[in-house]
């Protein structure tokens, strides 16, 4: 694997040097001496940026996050778009991002058999998926004069994480050209969520929830 002692270690060709690894001896590595080893890197340049990796594994998935996030914000009319067009964008541009890695992707998840700890190296990208989904609510509460009319940032971020576990499964099993499919479930989901939200009650909203999760479970 390519590499020199001199080159300037960071953060990002790390991520790459795994990345690559595991692809090309499908598994994780052993052990981090082993990794740093063959990157010819020392261990400590390696700690510097990740106390493990599972660490790093769950930095691959923010920076696909931070990724997302940064095109989003390059696009001039973003500003401009309403919520439900908001989260489409964020939507289409993620998984997009995730097309570009898909063979590390769907390594790295169908390893873990244990859907828990399929789960655990998500744990960053849900943080910041909810806290981007209560964004957009909160943005939507503040032109809204009435307390009953306003919409609950947390049940709305909630749902947007189960909606797009739904959607990771749905990409992950999409055989169909360019992944046109998973880009009409994309749009037709955020279509229904933002529906039932603004028009359902909340037992409604739940219940659709569930739906969506055990669609993605099964």
């Keep these: 694997m390519a590499n020199t002692s001199n080159s300037k270690v960071t953060e990002e ?10 692809l090309e001896h499908e598994t994780v590595p052993k052990s981090v001496f082993k990794f740093c080893k063959e990157n010819k890197i020392k261990e400590e340049q390696f700690y510097k940026y990740f106390g ?26 973003y500003d401009t778009m309403s919520n439900e067009e908001k989260m489409l964008t964020f939507f289409f541009t993620f998984f997009e991002s995730l097309t570009l890695n898909r063979s590390y992707v769907l390594f790295i998840l169908r390893e873990h058999k244990n859907s828990m700890e399929r789960l655990g190296q998500l744990k ?19 032109d809204k004069n009435l307390r009953i ?7 709305f971020s909630e749902g947007a994480w189960v909606q797009f576990l739904f959607l990771l499964k ?26 039932i939200f603004e028009n359902s009650a909340l037992e409604k909203i739940i219940d659709f929830g569930k739906f969506l999760y055990k669609e993605n479970i099964a």
């Excluded at 009319?149 to 049940?155: A, D, N, T, W, Y």
Aim: proline share 2%.
């Design 149 to 155: 009319l306003k919409r609950s940032p947390q049940l």
């Design 52 to 77: 493990s990796f599972e660490g790093l594994q769950n930095a691959i998935w923010e920076k696909f996050y931070e990724n997302t996030v940064s095109v989003m914000q390059k696009n001039e009319s």
């Design 170 to 195: 749905f990409w992950m099993d999409d055989s169909s050209p360019d992944f046109e499919k998973t880009d009409i479930a994309i749009e037709k989901s955020v279509t229904t969520i933002f529906q």
């Design 124 to 142: 960053g990208l849900r943080k910041n998926i909810k806290e981007f989904a209560s964004e957009l609510i909160e943005e939507g509460n503040s």
């Design 13 to 22: 060709k790390i991520i790459g040097w795994f990345m690559e690894t595991v």
